[in-house]
């Protein structure tokens, strides 16, 4: 089914809600504001209506959260047009894009585009995309920050709020989900104010079960796929009097997953490979690995917010600490290239060539503390100021082992070993410290003029040893940065308001290419370019953006639109696989060179994106709501140098002038900067009608559409067509909401659109003696993603008391 048929069947079913029938006030909860439903945010770090905030802000309530059914962080994205959220197979690999920038983990240094808080502290972005449970309200604020909050990010930042204890009544709920797909979730929480108006506890917590991606393989029929998570939040207040208020929370989550990587035959995309092996298509969900992915991670988390009132002016608080573990066997043949003629050596400590691999083991720390004081009357009856400072800690270990099978003889199969564990070890400390300040000027009843600036001191310390073979020693990269904000707004009546805003962004550059350069067999660089490339370079960009918010209808209708653009230096980019000159560091002539390919370097070029977003709320009735975002966000390098090579075969050595250095060669290019659809769209719908005293039914939808996009560059496989997906929910439930019995189907019409194809098969490595040469042997399969299945589900939501 394409695309436009999937939404001409979403349109009419939403269209379909909207046929008049019975009464029923359903307040809106798209993130904007209505008359009954004010949403306030806190982006400006103060509470806000969110008409009145001059920047392009997407709230996604609890109430939206709960209606559609939302327990992965990662479903966030389908009800934020233009965000992309992947949390990748393994326990470190989670990745977030927003207007038209992605991040590659691989050339990031760690540095995202899009910061994450939790209770308005920083926190990791593998942390966040888990399983949810007793969320109070998330926010999507897009453009450059970080003048107000944490760490610079260009491209936004998300905001997570969890539910607080309420002082005065006792309550909770618990909200059990099943499926079809053999998911089981159950969450819940009880609040209990323990001295009312002084001190409360609310405890909440996470049960869930799910078959992770779905994807079984045909080589392990008896293992399947699965994931476990399991987590609680304790969250307590204190408020011994009027102007002073703690709150503290402490969390943890511990999830394991086993899990296979999901193929389809190479040659179906590509009628160059052979015609070869079990036929596999995308849509069959399958994987061919002898052994899974077995990941396990725990997180805990403690936040801290403490504010203190006085004379007019306020002190705020807000601290926090996380730490991380987490492991996983990683098989390295996930295209079953060795068969079942290379049954493995079985004194190799079990290890065998179908499932041998690599072992990560991470464990991470990060500490905030952030101090600030602000304003809560106007200074001279017209400025409000925010002033503070800000440290953040971060220390990682890594411990990566890996093992490689070593044959004796040539052509395969030949009697083998494993070569003993390569272990590299990667421990890094960060420290960034920052002063920060915000001054705004509210001139007449309609007008408000707002600045801003932070100064940031950043260290890291990182060092690479591979353990037996190479120590690359400790470095130490200092900078030091300014970032601003300015922003002007005008309301010419109740309905309209409009703000033009700019600001700048800064980020760390990547810190991963001399040692992916070393891994490919460079033992020197004598090509100043190449090692240009090894030396971070910190990525600046300016954002420009203005906008218009209205309300219309007596406040029934509300329509938000933005327009923006950003210039990026130094955009950290990847470049796909290209050919060097290796360099061996003996001396300086052909003899001591070869040519060697490498990927995933990481590249600064200069970029641009422009965009537009959009977002509305309609109540045609009492009984009817209808809201939709959409965004649009073309990224582009311009006039970008990176390194490229001839295509095909590795090119000779006689294409470098290797005498006086030159080790890369370098192209021009101007080509898209990310490989999320420059359109994406989503649409919210909910009906309901009194059925009997105090009972009401009612039918909800949600769909998402995304425009047809391009993955990466140089690769001629994975371009992804536009599609729809469509979710419908039906049930009953209480007029006071204390409880609910809700009926859904998630891709209705199962669409099964490939998301990411893998530009070559997957492979198998290994060294032949006596030469000790490395090899490469290509497999009939290549990697793909998938959009999730379609998926049956029932919910029951029960609350009382303050819920």
């Keep these: 089914m394409n695309a436009l048929r999937v939404i001409v069947l979403g349109s009419t079913s939403l269209f379909a809600l909207s046929t008049p029938a019975l009464a029923q006030d359903v ?3 798209a993130g904007v504001a209505t008359a009954e439903n004010v949403i306030i945010v806190e982006a400006r770090r103060r509470g806000e209506n969110l008409q009145d905030v001059p920047l392009t802000v997407n709230a996604v309530t609890s109430e939206t959260l709960e209606k559609l059914n939302i327990r992965n962080f990662t479903e966030v994205a389908s009800v934020v047009p233009g965000l992309a959220l992947e949390p990748g197979l393994g326990t470190v690999s989670s990745s977030a894009s927003l207007r038209g920038v992605a991040v590659d983990t691989n050339t990031s240094g760690g540095n995202p585009t899009v ?8 926190i990791g972005i593998n942390t966040v995309l888990q399983s949810m449970y007793d969320i109070g309200q998330i926010e999507v604020l897009r453009g450059p920050q970080g003048t107000l909050r944490g760490r610079a990010s260009p491209s936004g930042s998300i905001t997570v709020t969890s539910r607080r204890p309420d002082m005065q009544d006792w309550g909770g709920y618990v909200m059990g989900t099943v499926t079809d797909l053999d998911t ?6 009880i609040n209990m104010p323990i001295d009312p108006g002084v001190f409360a506890l609310r405890v909440a917590g996470v049960f869930e079960d799910t078959e992770a991606n779905r994807v079984r393989s045909i080589n392990a029929p008896e293992i399947e796929p699965k994931s476990e998570t399991r987590a609680f939040r304790v969250s307590a207040r204190f408020t011994p009097d009027s102007n002073l208020e703690i709150d503290g929370s402490y969390s943890r989550l511990e999830r394991d997953s086993t899990l296979f990587d999901q193929v389809e035959s190479a040659y179906l995309a590509d009628s160059g490979r052979p015609v070869a092996g079990t036929e596999i298509t995308a849509d069959d969900r399958f994987a061919v690995m002898n052994a899974p992915r077995d990941n396990h991670a725990t997180y805990d988390v403690i936040n801290l917010q403490a504010r203190w009132s006085f004379s007019g002016h306020r002190l705020d608080y807000v601290g926090s600490h996380v730490k991380a ?7 390295s043949d996930k295209g079953d290239f060795w068969g079942p003629s290379f049954p493995g050596d079985p004194a190799a400590s079990g290890d065998n060539l179908q499932n041998y691999g690599s072992t990560p083991r991470t464990e991470s720390w990060q500490d905030s503390h952030e101090l600030r004081l602000s304003s809560e009357e106007r200074v001279a009856g017209m400025f409000d100021y925010v002033v503070g400072g800000f440290i953040n800690k971060a220390r990682a270990d890594v411990n990566f082992t890996s093992r490689t099978p070593l044959f004796f003889a040539a052509p395969l199969p030949a009697t083998f070993v494993f070569v003993n564990p390569i272990t590299t070890l990667r421990p890094g400390r960060a420290l960034e410290q920052a002063v920060f300040g915000n001054i705004t000027a509210h001139i007449g009843q309609g007008t408000e003029i707002s600045g801003g600036a932070r100064h940031i001191w950043y260290k890291d310390t990182s060092s690479t040893n591979i353990v037996g073979i190479r120590d690359f020693g400790s470095s130490t990269l200092k900078h030091r940065a300014w970032i601003w904000t300015a922003s002007v707004k005008h309301r010419f009546n109740e309905n309209l308001m409009a703000y ?6 800064w980020r760390v550059g990547v810190d991963t290419s001399a040692i992916i350069l070393f891994g490919a067999g460079n033992n ?3 090509d100043p370019n190449l090692l240009a490339l090894t030396i971070p370079t910190p990525e600046k960009s300016k954002s420009y953006e203005i906008g218009v918010r209205t309300n219309w209808l007596d406040d029934r209708l509300t329509v938000n639109v933005s327009a923006f653009h950003q210039d990026f230096d130094n955009y950290l980019t990847s470049i796909g696989s290209t050919f060097f000159a290796a360099y061996d560091g003996s001396g300086n002539t052909a003899a001591d060179y070869s040519v060697k390919t490498v990927s995933s370097l990481g590249v600064p070029v200069p970029a641009k994106v422009d965009g537009v977003e959009a977002e509305f709320a309609f109540r045609p009735s009492g009984n009817f709501n209808l809201s939709g975002n959409v965004a649009y966000a073309r990224g582009r390098i311009k006039n970008g140098s990176i390194p490229c090579s001839p295509a095909g075969n590795p090119p000779p050595l006689s294409s470098w002038d290797v005498a006086n250095g030159q080790q890369l060669l370098f192209c021009t290019v101007n080509q898209r900067a990310s490989k999320l659809a420059p359109f994406s769209a989503s649409l919210q719908a909910e009906y309901a009608r009194e059925i009997f005293d105090g009972k009401e039914a009612f039918l909800r939808g949600l769909m998402t559409y995304k425009g047809k996009s391009q993955n990466e560059q140089a690769n001629l496989f994975d371009d ?6 469509v979710n419908l929910f039906a049930g009953v439930r209480a007029a006071d909401g204390s409880w609910e019995l809700t009926g859904f189907v998630k891709n209705v019409t199962n669409e099964k659109i490939v ?8 492979t198998a490595s290994f060294l032949l003696l006596p030469t000790f040469t490395s090899g490469t042997g290509f497999s009939n399969y290549r990697g793909v993603t998938m959009t999730a299945p379609r998926e049956f589900g029932l919910t029951f939501r029960y609350a009382f008391g303050s819920r």
Excluded at 184 to 189: F, K, L, M
């Design 524 to 526: 020197g660089i004598t």
């Design 27 to 29: 307040s809106a909860d």
């Design 184 to 189: 089981v979730n159950v969450n819940g929480a």
């Design 115 to 122: 910061e994450f808080y939790m209770n308005d502290a920083p």
């Design 325 to 331: 573990f987490s492991t996983s066997h990683e098989p």
């Design 755 to 762: 998301l990411s194809r893998e530009a070559t098969p997957f």
């Design 720 to 725: 992804v067509k536009d599609y729809a997906l």
């Design 500 to 505: 033009a805003t700019a600001g700048s962004s």
